[in-house]
């Protein structure tokens, strides 16, 4: 008799478990179909807990990530575009233009960056001058950093004047 009420609550305990780790990925899913930049992934191992119990919710969710993963890399293009727009403006100076992304958290984020060349040091007015084009373009200087450049969400272009 203790058995059998083992057994029973050790399939009730299963079947609640199942059923929280469904009802998580099905509010992943819907948060990733709101958010198109979301970088929605499961290890490989729960996407196969996922495909033996839910064929459907698999499904959407595979759909989800395909759709999502193009829209991040056409993102990142466009991006990195700008960033190249910047590098041809400025190219006068030395600099490197570095467009950077970070997707690991959410929201994810992107950096573009300038990279002032180690072996050139700009004269007074050349600087002066890199500074107002900079400004111009919507650079922003970063005291941390000690560089200039802009960070936005994924899915927020640069308030830029190319």
Known sequence: ???????????YSMKKLKNAFLKNVKNYVQNAEKDKYLNISLSRDQ???LEQLDQELYKKYLE???????E????????????EEIQK????????????????GYPSYYDIYIIFPRNRRLSRDEFNEFVSKAKAIGLLFNPQE???????????YPPFKL
């Open 146 to 156: 000690k560089t200039w450049g802009y960070v936005g969400k994924f899915g927020e």
């Open 47 to 49: 996407e196969k807990k």
């Open 89 to 104: 403006r400025l190219e006068k100076y030395g600099v490197k233009v570095i467009a950077d992304f970070d997707e690991r």
């Open 1 to 11: 008799m203790a058995q059998e009420w083992d057994e029973d609550e050790e399939n």
């Open 72 to 83: 991040r890399e056409k993102f990142k293009k466009e991006i990195e575009k700008i960033a």
């Open 64 to 70: 989800v990530k395909k759709r999502n993963f193009a």
